[in-house]
DNA sequence: CCCAAAGGCCAC
DNA sequence: AAACGTGGCCTTTGGG
């Protein structure tokens, strides 16, 4: 990443209407789009660009022109509100640098509402607050990964994840049937429809309504607590094979199905619309098309351009990892050096068997209290007490009503007046038994939030790290337009896909495991966790891991 | 008519 | 009775 780097030069890009001002310490300039991309073209020395990604950045990779780095301003915002050391940002009226939909006259509304501060003065702003922060040098890493993470969404939304309209068409045929006719369900859908019916001698049944089907089993005789897939695989009744075939279908139908295929897929390419850092925690989300749940069910759509091959990474037990490395847990560590992070934990003897490994590790992360998981993980903690005491911490915490920040810094938010109503109730003289369980519910709610949060946070700032790592050594893999170089076309988390010549595999697959080296080292240093990573370079997603 | 909540299932 | 985290997005349902 560019932290090794000297300082780049800042550069802030503002709209205005149809055009652009570009600032540069004292010098400022108006241009077009056109106008944009040249000034962009003309700079040797990478710059930083500062400025809101998406409203700007389309508008250059339209015109073919690609940045190298850059420093989003809304994206900095959210870090600083919550960051730990900038109380003065926390207090910061909101306005549209919080969120582009808040106009200045929404004042009236009640809320606080502050006229927005140009680009310029903005940044002068963040910067001056990152220098009283508590560990500006992180804070910076963060906001400069989450930028770059920015730059990358901007890029694949363009690119496209390439996307075979005819597999897609081959794989819905063959398990609905021909198209129908819009509004109409498949084929094979209504014969499953029938066969339920039948079972249940409930001729107008609508197996779409959890209303409908729960009354329908119940007057079958099925007792079940909710009308979903795994509760009612526990049933013995010929009802439950046709109705859960239905369900998978159903929602293949509805979801990614021709309609999805209609409104997402463009000359052979899927556009998602990533939100970068749209999760709490750091993670991203996406704005329709469901980018981030792709079914394994049509995986095999995804197929690369003739003479070109997908790289698939993704990182092993990326959090059981991050945990290791903020816990300084050398067990653990030592544990996952070389292999699969289960086997080693098996191997050290805290469990008995990979699967008992991860559904304790999983329990650990996610604060179960009972079940498989909840009776596995103080086994864990007699082995790996330093990583399991780290998240017990974040969770009383989060249950005192504080809050936990991340590696980096990303802080939690801070509790809700919902939840501060509850913990007032129980703890007010008049509580009774009632009131006294809700505040105890809400606070273990929130523990349960918290203790996931600073790993959840962690592990998403790891990936960014190797997002932003990765795209740089892509970018300097091959030569000439865009879209002739490898390039990332898919992010999922703690997975990416490259799409890349096949001449270039090996060295894509090298980049891809070098970018995660350094992933690790930006965030845990000399700490010895490594981050392995599963690759595969295949025609298609399907025949990846 | 629109909209939000509820129920459900997909991903990590 | 609830019970393990973060989400998106689909359909149904019922309220305004």
Not at 38 to 51: H, K, N, T, Y
Not at 387 to 414: F, K
Not at 427 to 453: K, P
Request: proline share 6%.
């Amino acid at each position: 990443m560019d932290a090794d780097h000297a300082p780049a030069r800042a550069v802030v890009v503002d709209p205005e209407g149809d055009s652009f001002l570009v600032r540069e310490g004292e010098r400022s300039l108006r241009v077009d789009a056109a106008g944009l991309a040249a000034v962009v073209l003309a700079r040797r020395d990478d710059p930083r660009w500062v400025w809101d990604t998406p409203r700007v950045y389309p508008v250059l990779l339209a015109a073919g022109v690609r940045v190298g780095r850059a420093w989003d301003l809304r994206l900095a915002r959210a870090v600083l509100r919550r960051a730990a050391g900038t109380p003065e940002a926390a207090a910061w009226p909101r306005d549209e640098w919080d969120d582009p939909a808040l106009a200045a006259d929404d004042g009236a509304l009640g809320i606080d509402v502050a006229p927005t501060p140009p680009a310029a003065e903005e940044h002068r702003r963040q910067l001056s607050l990152l220098e009283g922060a508590e560990r500006p040098g992180a804070l910076r890493l963060l906001i400069t990964a989450e930028s770059a993470g920015a730059l990358a969404a901007a890029e694949m939304r363009v690119t496209g994840l390439p996307w075979s309209a005819s597999e897609h068409l081959r794989v819905l045929d063959g398990l609905l049937g021909p198209r129908p006719t819009a509004g109409a369900r498949p084929a094979r859908l209504e014969a499953l429809v029938e066969e339920v019916r039948a079972a249940l001698t409930a001729p107008a049944l609508n197996p779409d309504s959890p209303v409908e089907l729960s009354r329908a089993l119940r007057l079958a005789g099925i007792a079940v607590a909710s009308t979903r897939a795994d509760d009612l695989r526990r049933v013995e009744h010929p009802v439950v094979a046709p109705l859960l075939a239905y369900k998978k279908l159903a929602r293949l139908h509805a979801a990614n199905g021709w309609h999805w295929l209609d409104a997402w897929v463009r000359d052979g390419r899927f556009h998602p619309d990533y939100v970068v850092s749209g999760v709490v925690t750091g993670r991203w989300a996406t704005r329709g098309g469901g980018a981030l749940q792709l079914p394994r069910q049509i995986r095999s759509a995804v197929v690369a351009d003739p003479g070109w091959c997908l790289v698939v990474a993704d990182a092993a037990q990326l959090e059981p990892r991050v945990l290791a490395g903020l816990a300084h847990d050398r067990a653990m560590a030592t544990a996952g050096h070389g292999r699969d992070l289960y086997d080693g934990m098996v191997a050290s003897g805290a469990v008995a068997d990979r699967a008992s490994a991860k559904v304790g590790m999983l329990g650990a992360l996610y604060g179960a209290t009972s079940g498989d998981g909840g009776r596995l993980v103080p086994r864990l903690a007699q082995r790996f007490p330093r990583a399991l005491a780290l998240v017990e911490q974040a969770a009383r915490d989060g249950e005192r009503g504080g809050t936990v920040h991340t590696l980096l810094g990303r802080g939690s938010p801070p509790p809700g007046a919902a939840h501060r109503a509850a913990i007032a109730a129980g703890g007010g003289v008049e509580a009774d038994d009632a009131l006294q369980r809700r505040a105890r519910a809400a606070a273990r709610d929130r523990g349960r939030f918290t203790r996931n949060f600073v790993v959840q946070g962690t592990a998403a700032e790891w990936a960014l790290c190797w997002l932003a790592d990765l795209r740089q050594r892509l970018w300097l893999l091959g030569d000439g337009e865009l879209a002739e170089r490898p390039q990332l076309v898919y992010f999922l988390h703690d997975e990416v896909i490259v799409h890349a010549p096949v001449a270039l595999a090996a060295e894509v697959e090298a980049a891809v495991r070098a970018a995660a080296r350094t992933a690790g080292r930006l965030l845990f240093g000399d700490f010895p966790i490594d981050f392995p990573l599963d690759v595969a370079v295949v025609e298609r997603y399907s025949d990846a891991g």
